[in-house]
């Protein structure tokens, strides 16, 4: 086994027997302590990892495989309720929720015989986007320790590029599956909103928040999928949604490079991305976004309203126990009116028209999925195009527009800058349409792999 | 349950900073007498997860 394999590398290793889940596991276990000043976990059970791999092996022995990946280690972030494991949102302020429950999508995987490895950092409470405050410590970057990973499941990214596991699992409502993956170079997938099931995912958002995959290839991403999609009585937003089913794509994609005041990005990520577009330019196209201030403070309004309302009860019984600055945010949402709040939903109504028009025929809207590349721990500003920003807001700068409209993103990695510091791409597809949203990413895809370095 | 202790004058001014500029987009945004918000009514999510 190479540190770094995909899901599919790793399915045809134990179709053909070269490997065992048994020895699979083993590796993971290793590397997971080889690279432990990422610091990318807060709980790992060995014997409950290796019990996991032999019951898949005897499965395997006996014809009675479950799935593709029956066998295969996908790490879960903190956020993710787990049967075995305690889920501590990586904060002091525990979570009040039932222990020795399962999340839907782990449910879903465990069923799929899929090895539930192990719980991986994050973000307080996925409030932020840097996962620099969380109860166990900061996460560092595979590709340099002494840059942060971006938030908020950074964690995951961090354990996936670093090849401790194929796969893991994340959850997005500004960016934090997205941006992190971006960081730390590999492809992370947020589906459209009421598609997956966020039943056990603790929410900061509910009508923000969605489940997601990270992993090395976006036919790992497609791999995980129908492991979230589809209709889940315990989460109503998902009445009706249909199940995953894979699409192809022919013929060459029609893009919408979003810009504007607002969406600028360092010139090192610019030309990056468009020496990428160029290599797939036949049909794209730029559009203009206007007053992105009022959109974004739409999303923020909605977001910390609803962050406050599902934390009230923690904040009237351990206030004291969350960080100072996640603490600082909880406290705002409280500030906040409900007029306020309606007009945000208003302005939202009108961005989820507004997207809509700017994709138009296109098959996707395209941004870089972070401005800058991942910044240096402790630097607590971002300088790029005349603005100067919190490394917080550089961070959520592009993706929480797919998180407002609640549309299917996905981010991939197109090359790094001149410190080997990768850099992501963000494709953004049309509600509802998901699998469209992966085929064309396959299709681009060939055309990132030539320019990845 | 234990006493929450007041906000120190860091978290202070990230809360009014917060809200500054929450309201301050807010009122940069033109919206109108008959717009309406964005539900979260099961039936208007039931016809999104459709199209």
Redesign the interface.
């Known amino acids: 086994m190479q540190k770094g394999d995909t899901l599919m590398e790793q399915c045809v290793a134990l179709e053909n027997g070269s490997m065992s889940a048994y020895s699979l596991a083993k590796h993971s276990i290793k590397f997971a302590s080889d690279y432990s000043r990422l610091n990318a976990f807060v709980s790992l059970d060995e014997e409950y990892i290796l019990q996991q791999a032999k019951a898949a092996d005897e499965r395997r022995s006996n014809n009675g495989v479950l799935s593709k990946i029956d066998g295969l280690c996908i790490a879960v972030k903190d956020n993710y309720l787990t049967e075995f494991y305690p889920t501590t949102a990586c904060s002091h302020a525990r979570p009040l929720e039932p222990t020795g429950v399962d999340a839907t999508v782990i449910e879903n995987l465990k069923k799929a015989g899929a090895v539930i490895f192990a719980k991986t950092n994050m973000h307080e409470w996925a409030f932020g986007a840097t996962n620099t405050t969380s109860s166990i410590g900061v996460t560092n970057n595979p590709h340099n320790l002494s840059h942060i990973t971006g938030g908020s499941s950074g964690g995951s990214a961090a354990a996936v590029a670093a090849g401790i596991v194929p796969a893991a699992l994340g959850s997005d409502t500004g960016g934090s599956v997205r941006i992190p993956a971006s960081a730390c170079g590999i492809y992370g997938f947020k589906p459209s909103?009421?598609?997956a099931s966020r039943f056990g995912v603790l929410p900061l958002s509910?009508?923000l928040d969605a489940p997601g995959p990270m992993a090395n290839s976006i036919e790992d991403i497609e791999l995980l999928l129908p492991y979230f999609f589809g209709e889940d009585k315990r989460d109503?937003?998902?009445?009706?949604?249909?199940k995953y089913q894979s699409h192809n794509f022919v013929g060459e994609p029609k893009l919408v490079n979003l810009i504007g005041e607002g969406l600028e990005r360092s010139s090192e990520v610019n030309s990056r991305v468009l020496e990428f577009l160029e290599l797939v330019s036949a049909n794209v196209s730029e559009k203009k976004l206007p007053?992105i201030?009022?959109?974004?403070?739409?999303w923020?309004?909605i977001l910390?309203c609803e962050a406050s309302s599902y934390h009230s009860k923690l904040?009237?019984?351990?206030?004291?126990d969350f960080s100072?600055?996640t603490?600082?945010?909880l406290?705002?949402g409280k500030?906040?009116t409900a007029v306020?709040l309606?007009?945000?939903?208003?302005?939202?109504?009108?961005f989820?028209t507004l997207m809509d028009q700017k994709l138009g025929d296109a098959d996707c809207l395209v941004l870089p999925t972070l401005p800058v590349t991942a910044p240096i721990h402790g630097v607590d500003w971002q300088e790029f195009e005349n603005r100067k920003v919190t490394t917080q807001d550089s961070m959520t700068w592009f993706c929480w527009l797919g998180n407002l409209a609640?549309l299917p993103c996905l981010t991939m990695p197109i090359g790094s800058d001149r410190n080997g510091l990768p850099i992501g791409m963000m494709l953004m597809g049309r509600?509802?349409e998901d699998e469209k949203l992966i085929a064309v990413a396959k299709q681009l895809d060939k055309f990132a792999k030539k320019v990845r370095k | 349950m234990t006493d929450s202790k007041p906000l120190n004058d860091d978290q202070k001014m990230r809360v009014e900073a917060t809200l500054k500029r929450i309201r301050s987009g807010l009122k940069a945004a033109a919206t109108f007498q008959f717009d309406e918000p964005v539900h979260v009514f099961i039936g208007e999510v039931k016809y999104r997860a459709k199209r």
């Open positions: 909103y009421g598609r509910w009508s109503k937003s998902t009445l009706n949604a249909k007053n201030s009022s959109y974004f403070a739409a923020e309004t910390h904040l009237s019984t351990q206030a004291n100072e600055v603490r600082a945010h406290e705002a500030d906040l306020e309606l007009k945000a939903q208003k302005i939202r109504n009108q989820i609640g509600f509802g």
